[in-house]
């Protein structure tokens, strides 16, 4: 198994800014890198898809960039070429038959939900399930493999023991106000989760 987290071009086809798009456009990310090109897979996916093929590889992992698909994060700003470059790479994944195997959210919050308070606005639950809905709807009948929330465990544990973690975020979370973003989370995966397994069944929802 291969797993990705980039696709890139942050920029292009619609895709709006997310969160880390803006950090390291300040200039807050170590050495002034930014993620505007990253591996390019956006762009070379079918090469990529091939050297899976000569790797051997039988299942790849990727995460779906929200605000690739809805631009601000909400229903209001579906992107039609966001949720083409995913199909494409669906297929193309498929039709060398590695399967694909899909994680919603990784750590990518569009800015326009930031700007609205982000996990601190108890909204967020409904835009993630909208998130949810779309990317099952589009996607849903050829994913077998979900991730809702990467490495959720993990990353809540950080954010209470990594000083160096907590530095990373502190644009956006401070103080007590952790203790609302932590608990807003599980109420979006409990939702997106009931939405798959109440409309695409368990076949569609073998988490990862």
């Known amino acids: 198994m291969v797993i990705i987290a980039y696709c890139f071009a942050s920029n292009e086809s619609g895709k709006g800014?997310?969160?880390?798009d803006v950090k390291s456009h300040k200039g807050e990310i170590a050495y002034q890198q930014t993620g505007d090109v990253a591996c390019d897979s956006y762009h070379k996916y079918t090469e990529d898809v091939q050297m899976l093929v000569r790797l051997g590889v039988s299942h790849?992992?990727?995460?779906?960039?929200?605000?690739r698909v809805m631009a601000d994060g909400t229903l209001h700003t579906i992107n039609s070429k966001g949720i083409e470059y995913y199909n494409n790479l669906i297929d193309e994944l498929l039709g060398n038959n590695i399967q694909p195997m899909v994680t919603l959210y990784h750590w990518d919050l569009p800015q326009a939900l930031q700007d609205i308070g982000g996990w601190q606005n108890d909204k967020i639950i409904?835009?993630?399930?909208?998130?949810?809905?779309l990317c099952y709807s589009s996607f849903g009948d050829r994913v077998s493999y979900t991730n809702s929330l990467n490495f959720y465990k993990k990353q809540k544990k950080k954010m209470f023991s990594s000083d160096i973690?907590?530095?990373?975020?502190t644009a956006y979370f401070s103080g007590t106000l952790w203790f609302i973003f932590i608990n807003f989370i599980p109420f979006c995966n409990l939702s997106g989760i009931?939405?798959?397994?109440s409309n695409f069944g368990s076949r569609s929802m073998k988490p990862l």
């Open 60 to 67: 790849y992992r990727f995460s779906i960039a929200w605000s």
């Open 17 to 20: 800014p997310s969160i880390w």
């Open 126 to 133: 409904e835009y993630f399930n909208d998130y949810a809905r």
């Open 165 to 169: 973690d907590q530095k990373s975020l």
């Open 194 to 197: 009931f939405f798959i397994r």
